[in-house]
């Protein structure tokens, strides 16, 4: 069970980067139009600005906490049962071998 929950936190670890590059891009570049909402005509831009800043945080922190946590608690581990390869060469996975 301690392998399942370390695949868990390595996968989280090294989707972190891709998640946190992607969001701080987008969020960095909507600050300067979230801000300007006093000037004229642009109080429709503005909230919509906050609205996209909110659901980048959001699903930022949906994909980064919930779910793992989910797949913890609900994911079950599945054993890959290996079979010998035709040639002898090693162990080959069974999924490989119906291909």
Do not use: W
Not at 48 to 56: F, K, P
């Amino acid at each position: 069970m301690t392998a399942f929950r370390d695949a868990v936190f390595r996968g989280a670890m090294e989707r972190l980067a891709p998640i946190l590059m992607t969001a701080l891009a987008a969020g960095l570049a909507l600050i300067p139009l979230a801000l300007s909402g006093d000037k004229p005509g642009n109080e429709m831009q503005t909230l919509t600005a906050i609205v996209i800043l909110c659901g980048l945080l959001t699903s930022m922190l949906l994909n980064m906490l919930i779910v793992p946590a989910l797949y913890l608690r609900c994911g079950r581990p599945v054993q890959i049962p290996h079979v010998p390869s035709p040639s002898g060469r090693g162990v080959v996975d069974q999924t490989a071998a119906d291909r």
